[in-house]
Nanobody
Framework: QVQLVETGGGLVQTGGSLRLSCAAS????????MAWFRRAPGEEREFVAV????????SYAESVKGRFTISRDNAKNSVYLQLNSLKPEDTAVYYC???????????????????WGQGTQVTVSS
C-alpha cells in the first residue's frame, strides 16, 4: 500500500519558518516528480512547488518564490518544503503529491499525479 505522510505543520507567527516533510512508503519515488500543493479555507487546492526526480529542476508558484524551498532525499524516499518569511495568506493545509507530469515546454507546469498525502495544517498568525 502506497502512503505519503506529511509532517511538520503547526502554528507560527508572521515572518516565522517551518519545514514540512513528506515520507513515502510502499514504493520508491526516486524516479518520480514530487510536489507540494495547498488548500486554504474556502479555496481550491493550488500548486506550490515541484521538484524533478534528480532534484535538478525546481519550480514554484509566484506567491511563494524566494520564500519557500523544495528539496528531496531519494535515499529516504522523502520530499521537503522549507517555508520562510511566512505570511497569514500562507495558512492552508499542505499536501504532498507524487508521480505527476512536468511540462518542460510550458513553463514547467505540473500536473498532479495519483498519489496524495493526507495533508498537514500550517497556520500563520498576524
Amino acid at each position: 500500500q502506497v502512503q505519503l505522510v506529511e509532517t511538520g505543520g503547526g502554528l507560527v507567527q508572521t515572518g516565522g519558518s517551518l519545514r514540512l516533510s513528506c515520507a513515502a512508503s510502499g514504493r520508491t519515488f526516486s524516479n518520480a516528480n514530487m510536489a507540494w500543493f495547498r488548500r486554504a479555507p474556502g479555496e481550491e487546492r493550488e500548486f506550490v512547488a515541484v521538484i524533478n526526480s534528480n532534484g535538478g529542476l525546481k519550480s514554484y508558484a509566484e506567491s511563494v518564490k524566494g520564500r519557500f524551498t523544495i528539496s528531496r532525499d531519494n535515499a529516504k524516499n522523502s520530499v521537503y518544503l522549507q517555508l520562510n518569511s511566512l505570511k497569514p495568506e500562507d495558512t492552508a493545509v499542505y499536501y504532498c503529491n507524487a508521480a505527476g507530469a512536468l511540462d518542460y515546454r510550458n513553463n514547467n507546469n505540473y500536473y498532479a499525479g495519483a498519489f496524495w498525502g493526507q495533508g498537514t495544517q500550517v497556520t500563520v498568525s498576524s
